[in-house]
């Protein structure tokens, strides 16, 4: 144990010799610690946790598609008809993602 602390103490005191080398260490691990870290916690949050619903592994999207291979939004209509036909699923729900730009005075201000 006391070898380790001399070793430490001769670490500390190199670093405070070259403070130009003591600064670029500690940004180089700012660097790769800082962004590994982010990038983590968004895969943690979107790949590895579960949904925070309940028996999320249950949830499913169905979506439309054109015979080109293209996606495309589902019309109310052709949702009513799968919610009233179906018997595969417990319940079904519709979202949609719309984008507004706000106008006016200055630059316009896309909304989600």
Known sequence: MSTLLQDLRFGLRMLAKNPGFTAAAVLALALG???NTAIFSVVNAVLLQALP????????????????GSDMSVSWLNFQDWRRQTRAFEAMAALDQVQFALTGTGDPVLLA
Do not use: D, F, M, S
């Open 33 to 35: 610690i800082g962004p």
């Open 53 to 68: 619903y309940p028996e999320a592994e249950r949830l499913t999207v169905l979506r439309e598609y054109q015979l080109g």
